[in-house]
Each structure stands twice: as structure tokens, then as C-alpha cells.
């Protein structure tokens, strides 16, 4: 008795809410229970969906338009029901514990008073009059996080009267997920552990084509306010996140996209400076602002088996928390260091403001949402991206990845299965590792004097965390550094980029270079001064 309850209680919430269980599609006014067969009447038709070898593919979070067409003008139909939903919803419609696969959703036009959302079945537009119809059109936005092999089906209903009213194959459209990367993916899968016996240097160039012609939809009517901000990023391992879809923003995101200024986040990435990871290289590239918003923005960075992979942020102006950028770059195969690739970008919704199209006011999201990609293919009139396509959608920027350099270890065992943990515990004392340079150093022999002792390592704050100590230097063939303009200025501050220094330990290096002295016209003696960031750590017992 009690079993009977339930089957009844169950079937009443099915009928009510549409939470459960197949969608039934008689229509509420026909006196035939049993549909009839569609020999071609009624065509039910999907626009962008892939096929191969005999299936149609969808692809996440994209917008594809569905048609329901009749054939004969002299067949118009009066009622329609199109549902989404999982296949596997025929298994067992009475499973209270099944939990079914995301389905996407429906949506009507807006222009369109014909359908509506039915109040009988979930995910499901129905006809909204009894006018006579040729042709229906409907979109659906596919899931946006999908697993692999899900399936989603889509099942039609026409009913030309009481009487006729059709259902079938003919109506009905079944869709694998494409296990095809979107195309602002990396070309290569994240590696748990880089097993090459190198280095690499890297050059990334952000090229932006965020412009009127490229995106004419509601771009923005003060365009000499446009512009990209710094493009700030890493080189990092597998155990540091700059910025991952489904996550929330952190303070360096946010201040980026918001403010917009770097300094949060940079701090972030030169404190994640670590032994066990972290990051190697801070990458930044300059802002541009219109009219140079085209000007390609450069950065150097270095990779190496630990930290084999990289990523980037540049916010767009205005917009209400939009960026451009890429997460976890995988830099390292199984052949080596990959060699080159052009990665187109797209925005991403940093979760922290609302706002639909670039000049929306700003509003502060309450509660904050993940970082997702902004809505492509909306239904709202006032989005730049509205029922478009990402395959539709033009870049706004190309970030070039180039390899410069390939640099073996030497002097450092890189047989398969010891780590660099491995190499940590070994009763020899660690030595730095020589790098194989193909290129001459600058610091030669012929012109440099021995470096000096380091200073104390000095924290920043207490006794421990980030902090400085500094070497010094004599230079006096200033010939070799024309290029840096030391012999005309009495003070000058380069960066280089991060190198690697013993125990494994990655630090941040800049030197200060002053003229202290003049032998003649063609010898000067230059002090630098090379100030390292390393990471002070107090012993407790």
C-alpha cells in the first residue's frame, strides 16, 4: 500500500513540476491517445551541430537554433512541444535517487509570441496559441560543463488537430558532446610531471583585436577610453592557479579588472616564489590604451621541469569585470619544449560585478559568481554577444607563444623516475646547474670582475617570508653594454628575468648599475649591484 503511495505521489509532482521522469507530449485537447506516423510531413531541424561519421556533436556552452518546418504549406500545424532531456530518463522514471546529466536549456525568441515555457515539463517550450504554424524556431544553449560520451536528446511534438498529432525518430535529435577542445584551448594536455632534461626561454606576445570593425555590436560610444591593461602573468607548476574557470577571482584578478592596477597581483605571483613550485618567472607586458590598442604587448619568461607551464590575465576598459587570458599553458611534451602556437582569446566574466554589456553600470555581484566565459549566444538585447555563436565570434586578441632558446642541464641526472626531491636528499652538496647557453653572456670573463660576497638576507617583514641581500661587481669594458645605455646615464635599473639559483631555490633578480668612475674615453668603470629576492626561513624547534 505504501509502494502504491509513492508511485502515485511521484507521478503527481512528475505531472505537476516536470522534475522528474519523461516529458509526455500528447497534446492536453486530443481525443487520440496514440500519435500518428510522420512520413515526412514535419521536419525538425538543428543549424551547427557537427556530424560525424553518422551523429551530430554539440559543443559546450554554445548556442545552436532549432526549426520545426512542415513541408506543405497546406499542413500547418497548431500545437508543438519541443523537450531537452536525458536519454537515460527512460531507464527508470521512479528512481528518486538518480541525479540527471545537465541538459542545457530552451529558449524562446523574444520576437516570437507564438511559444512559450511549458508549466507541464522541465526544459520543455510549447506553442503559446492555437494560430496555425508553417515553421517554429527555438534555441538551445547547451550545457556548459559537460562530462565525456554525455548524450542529450531532444524530442519534438506537432499536432495538426485533435486527431493528428505526431512523435518518432523523424522528430526526435540525439547529440554526442564533442570531445573537441574550443578553440581558445592549449594545444597540449596539462602534464603531471615534465620529464625533459632542459630549459626553455620563452617570448609571449598579446596582440589585440578588440576593435569596432571586429565587434560592431554595442562597442563602446567613448572609444578613446578603450584599452587592455598590463598583461600580467607566470610561469608556474601544477600547484599554482593564476585564474581557473568554475573558481572565484582572487584579489590580484580583481584589483587587475576592477581598478584596473597590477600591483596586487603581481605581488602575488613573486610571493608564490617557492621551493616546492610556485612560480619561476613574472610575466608582464605593457598596457595599451586607444588608438594603440593593436600594438602588440612582449614579455620573456623561463620554463623548466618543474614549472612547465604559464598564464595570463589583461583586463579590457571598459567593461564590467571582462578579461582576456589563458590558464595553465602547457608548455612541456613528451618530444620537448613546445615550439610555437597562436591561441586565439576570448572575454571571461571575472564573477565580481553584473553587467551584460561593456557600459553597463556596475554593480557589485552579491553573492560573488565563479570566474566563467561571458555569456555568448545571450537572450539579452543589451549584450555585445547577443545569439551569436562562439564559432560565429571574432578573437579579441592572438597571443603568440614563441620558444627562443633550449638549454640542457648539465651536470644534473634526469633518469626516469628521480625527481628533484630525489636529487635534494643526495649527501653531495647542490650546485647550481650549469646551463648549456648557446648565446655569449653578456658578464664575460674578459670584462668582469669576480662577484662579491652576499650581504644578509634582510626580510621584508619579521624574521620570516620574502626578503632581499645584495653582491656587488666591477665592470670595465662598458663597450658590451652600449645597449643599455650605462655609459650615459649615471644611474639605470634593468630587470631580467627570473633564473634559477642553487638548492633549487627560484628568485627574483634586477641589477642596479652606476658609474662610479672613468679611466679614459674608452674605459669606465661601472658598479652593479645585484639585489636577490630569496625566501628567509626561521628554524623552530
Same mark, same amino acid.
Given at each position: 500500500?505504501?509502494?502504491?503511495?509513492?508511485?502515485?505521489?511521484?507521478?503527481?509532482?512528475?505531472?505537476?513540476?516536470?522534475? &522528474?521522469?519523461?516529458?509526455?507530449?500528447?497534446? +492536453?485537447?486530443?481525443?487520440?491517445?496514440?500519435?500518428?506516423? $510522420?512520413?515526412?510531413?514535419?521536419?525538425?531541424?538543428? #543549424?551547427?551541430?557537427?556530424?560525424?561519421?553518422?551523429?551530430?556533436?554539440?559543443?559546450?556552452?554554445?548556442?545552436?537554433?532549432?526549426?520545426?518546418?512542415?513541408?506543405?504549406?497546406?499542413?500547418?500545424?497548431?500545437?508543438?512541444?519541443?523537450?531537452?532531456?536525458?536519454?537515460?530518463?527512460?531507464?527508470?522514471?521512479?528512481?528518486?535517487?538518480?541525479?540527471?546529466?545537465?541538459?542545457?536549456?530552451?529558449?524562446?525568441?523574444?520576437?516570437?509570441?507564438?511559444?512559450?515555457?511549458?508549466?507541464?515539463?522541465?526544459?520543455?517550450?510549447?506553442?503559446?496559441?492555437?494560430?496555425?504554424?508553417?515553421?517554429?524556431?527555438?534555441?538551445?544553449?547547451?550545457?556548459?560543463?559537460?562530462?565525456?560520451?554525455?548524450?542529450?536528446?531532444?524530442?519534438?511534438?506537432?499536432?495538426?488537430?485533435?486527431?493528428?498529432?505526431?512523435?518518432?525518430?523523424?522528430?526526435?535529435?540525439?547529440?554526442?558532446?564533442?570531445?573537441?577542445?574550443?578553440?581558445?584551448?592549449?594545444?597540449?594536455?596539462?602534464?603531471?610531471?615534465?620529464?625533459?632534461?632542459?630549459?626553455?626561454?620563452?617570448?609571449?606576445?598579446?596582440?589585440?583585436?578588440?576593435?569596432?570593425?571586429?565587434? +560592431?555590436?554595442?562597442?563602446?560610444?567613448?572609444?578613446?577610453?578603450?584599452?587592455?591593461?598590463?598583461?600580467?602573468?607566470?610561469?608556474?607548476?601544477?600547484?599554482?592557479?593564476?585564474?581557473?574557470?568554475?573558481?572565484?577571482?582572487?584579489?590580484?584578478?580583481?584589483?587587475?579588472?576592477?581598478?584596473?592596477?597590477?600591483?596586487?597581483?603581481?605581488? *602575488?605571483?613573486?610571493?608564490? &616564489?617557492?621551493?616546492?613550485?610556485?612560480?619561476?618567472?613574472?610575466?608582464?607586458?605593457?598596457?595599451?590604451?586607444? +588608438?594603440?590598442?593593436?600594438?602588440?604587448?612582449?614579455?620573456?619568461?623561463?620554463?623548466?621541469?618543474?614549472?612547465?607551464?604559464?598564464?595570463?590575465?589583461?583586463?579590457?576598459?571598459?567593461?564590467?569585470?571582462?578579461?582576456?587570458?589563458?590558464?595553465?599553458?602547457?608548455?612541456?611534451?613528451?618530444?620537448?619544449?613546445?615550439?610555437?602556437?597562436?591561441?586565439?582569446?576570448?572575454?571571461?566574466?571575472?564573477?565580481?560585478?553584473?553587467?551584460?554589456?561593456?557600459?553597463?553600470?556596475?554593480?557589485?555581484?552579491?553573492?560573488?559568481?565563479?570566474?566563467?566565459?561571458?555569456?555568448?549566444?545571450?537572450?539579452?538585447?543589451?549584450?555585445?554577444?547577443?545569439?551569436?555563436?562562439?564559432?560565429?565570434?571574432?578573437?579579441?586578441?592572438?597571443?603568440?607563444?614563441?620558444?627562443?632558446?633550449?638549454?640542457?642541464?648539465?651536470?644534473?641526472?634526469?633518469?626516469?623516475?628521480?625527481?628533484?626531491?630525489? *636529487?635534494?636528499?643526495?649527501?653531495? +652538496?647542490?650546485?647550481?646547474?650549469?646551463?648549456?647557453?648557446?648565446?655569449?653572456?653578456?658578464?664575460?670573463?674578459?670584462?668582469?670582475? *669576480?662577484?662579491? #660576497?652576499?650581504?644578509?638576507?634582510?626580510?621584508?617583514?619579521?624574521?620570516?617570508?620574502?626578503?632581499?641581500?645584495?653582491?656587488?661587481?666591477?665592470?670595465?669594458?662598458?663597450?658590451?653594454?652600449?645597449?643599455?645605455?650605462?655609459?650615459?646615464?649615471?644611474?639605470?635599473?634593468?630587470?631580467?628575468?627570473?633564473?634559477?639559483?642553487?638548492?633549487?631555490?627560484?628568485?627574483?633578480?634586477?641589477?642596479?648599475?652606476?658609474?662610479?668612475?672613468?679611466? $679614459?674615453? $674608452?674605459?669606465?668603470?661601472?658598479?652593479?649591484?645585484?639585489?636577490?629576492?630569496?625566501?628567509?626561513?626561521?628554524?623552530?624547534?
Amino acid at each position: 500500500m505504501l509502494l502504491k503511495c509513492l508511485l502515485l505521489l511521484s507521478l503527481a509532482v512528475s505531472q505537476a513540476f516536470g522534475l &522528474m521522469g519523461k516529458c509526455d507530449h500528447t497534446p +492536453p485537447l486530443a481525443t487520440v491517445n496514440t500519435p500518428l506516423e $510522420n512520413r515526412g510531413y514535419y521536419v525538425f531541424n538543428i #543549424e551547427n551541430a557537427v556530424q560525424k561519421e553518422g551523429n551530430l556533436y554539440y559543443t559546450p556552452d554554445q548556442t545552436y537554433v532549432l526549426t520545426v518546418t512542415s513541408r506543405e504549406n497546406s499542413r500547418p500545424f497548431r500545437w508543438f512541444m519541443i523537450t531537452a532531456e536525458d536519454p537515460a530518463v527512460d531507464n527508470n522514471i521512479y528512481d528518486f535517487g538518480r541525479k540527471f546529466a545537465d541538459v542545457g536549456s530552451l529558449k524562446t525568441l523574444d520576437t516570437d509570441w507564438r511559444s512559450r515555457y511549458s508549466e507541464r515539463c522541465q526544459n520543455t517550450v510549447e506553442n503559446a496559441d492555437n494560430s496555425a504554424k508553417t515553421q517554429v524556431e527555438v534555441h538551445w544553449v547547451s550545457p556548459k560543463h559537460s562530462e565525456n560520451q554525455q548524450q542529450v536528446r531532444i524530442r519534438a511534438m506537432v499536432a495538426e488537430n485533435k486527431e493528428a498529432w505526431y512523435t518518432g525518430n523523424n522528430l526526435t535529435i540525439l547529440l554526442h558532446m564533442d570531445d573537441q577542445r574550443p578553440r581558445d584551448s592549449p594545444p597540449l594536455p596539462i602534464r603531471d610531471e615534465c620529464n625533459l632534461c632542459s630549459e626553455a626561454r620563452y617570448e609571449v606576445i598579446f596582440n589585440g583585436r578588440w576593435s569596432r570593425l571586429a565587434h +560592431p555590436r554595442h562597442y563602446p560610444s567613448k572609444p578613446d577610453e578603450n584599452g587592455y591593461t598590463h598583461m600580467i602573468g607566470a610561469s608556474h607548476g601544477n600547484n599554482f592557479t593564476l585564474w581557473l574557470q568554475g573558481t572565484n577571482a582572487g584579489p590580484g584578478l580583481v584589483d587587475l579588472v576592477v581598478k584596473p592596477t597590477p600591483t596586487t597581483l603581481e605581488r *602575488e605571483i613573486i610571493d608564490a &616564489m617557492v621551493l616546492d613550485g610556485g612560480t619561476r618567472t613574472l610575466i608582464r607586458g605593457k598596457k595599451h590604451d586607444h +588608438p594603440f590598442m593593436s600594438k602588440p604587448s612582449h614579455s620573456l619568461f623561463r620554463v623548466d621541469r618543474t614549472h612547465h607551464m604559464f598564464s595570463i590575465i589583461v583586463g579590457m576598459t571598459p567593461s564590467p569585470d571582462w578579461f582576456l587570458g589563458t590558464s595553465k599553458f602547457e608548455l612541456c611534451d613528451e618530444d620537448g619544449w613546445l615550439e610555437k602556437f597562436d591561441l586565439p582569446l576570448y572575454p571571461w566574466d571575472a564573477g565580481i560585478v553584473d553587467g551584460v554589456s561593456y557600459e553597463s553600470p556596475k554593480s557589485m555581484s552579491q553573492p560573488v559568481d565563479n570566474i566563467e566565459r561571458v555569456e555568448i549566444g545571450s537572450f539579452d538585447r543589451d549584450s555585445p554577444f547577443y545569439q551569436m555563436n562562439l564559432n560565429d565570434l571574432a578573437p579579441f586578441a592572438i597571443l603568440q607563444v614563441r620558444r627562443l632558446d633550449v638549454y640542457p642541464l648539465i651536470g644534473i641526472d634526469c633518469s626516469e623516475g628521480q625527481n628533484a626531491e630525489e *636529487e635534494l636528499q643526495q649527501d653531495a +652538496p647542490v650546485l647550481e646547474p650549469v646551463l648549456a647557453e648557446s648565446r655569449q653572456s653578456l658578464l664575460g670573463e674578459s670584462c668582469a670582475g *669576480e662577484w662579491g #660576497e652576499w650581504t644578509p638576507c634582510t626580510p621584508h617583514a619579521g624574521v620570516c617570508g620574502p626578503g632581499l641581500r645584495t653582491r656587488t661587481r666591477y665592470i670595465q669594458n662598458i663597450d658590451l653594454y652600449v645597449n643599455y645605455k650605462v655609459g650615459n646615464s649615471s644611474y639605470n635599473l634593468i630587470y631580467f628575468k627570473l633564473i634559477q639559483c642553487p638548492i633549487f631555490l627560484y628568485l627574483f633578480f634586477y641589477y642596479r648599475y652606476q658609474r662610479v668612475g672613468k679611466v $679614459n674615453k $674608452n674605459l669606465v668603470v661601472v658598479k652593479i649591484t645585484k639585489i636577490q629576492k630569496q625566501l628567509s626561513v626561521k628554524n623552530v624547534l
